[in-house]
């Protein structure tokens, strides 16, 4: 007795992205506003990532911290914020885009004490030449994506996607495909 809507079953759920609903929730939550119980979904995500290893473990810490701060919980905040840094300490691109965006949301948040703070401390992570690169990366005509993962919810940035080829950027948070308008 072969059981083969299993099979079937294994080999449909390999072809979908493996989107965790927690991860949506919390991408819904805080689209709402609802700061505290979007940093609470991000942390949780953070911590069952940073457990399995998985690459995006940075990110999501530095999405609890937002959380934190925008719920006026700022020590708790900046404390994510850091770690999620530090867990993207051996990707320096990645590293420098993500920290530059912290350093700016800090200064808006007028939180200038604590941008100096991870301005300094990003000094002394990204390897020398990274900082002094100034000027606008030369701009090659990327296509249009849309303003959220059709998968996930998450907030895609066209700067920081990987791009799996010239029109199929890769969600920066769940992983799924996302294609561009052409
Ligand atoms: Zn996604």
């Known amino acids: 007795m072969f059981r083969r809507g299993f099979r079937r079953g294994a080999m449909r759920r390999a072809m979908q992205p493996n989107v965790p609903p927690l991860l949506q929730r919390a991408h819904e939550l805080m689209a709402a506003g609802n700061y505290p119980?979007?940093?609470?979904?991000?942390?949780?995500?953070?911590?069952?990532?940073?457990?399995?290893q998985r690459p995006k473990t940075g990110q999501l810490y530095l999405q609890a911290g937002r959380a934190r701060i925008l719920a006026g919980q700022k020590n708790v905040g900046v404390a994510h914020l850091k770690r999620g840094l530090g867990l993207m300490a051996a990707r320096p691109v990645q590293l420098q885009r993500a920290g530059?965006?912290?350093?700016n949301e800090l200064k808006d948040h007028g939180m200038a004490a604590e941008a100096q703070e991870i301005a300094d401390w990003l000094k002394t992570r990204l390897p020398v030449g990274t900082e002094a690169r100034g000027g606008a990366p030369v701009a090659s005509k990327k296509p249009i994506l849309p303003a959220t993962c059709p998968a996930c919810g998450g907030v895609v940035r066209a700067d920081d996607v990987d791009w799996l080829d010239e029109i199929t950027a890769e969600c920066d948070w769940c992983g799924s495909p996302i294609r561009a308008s052409e």
């Open 37 to 52: 119980a979007a940093a609470e979904a991000f942390e949780q995500l953070a911590r069952g990532a940073e457990t399995r």
């Open 100 to 103: 530059e965006r912290v350093v």
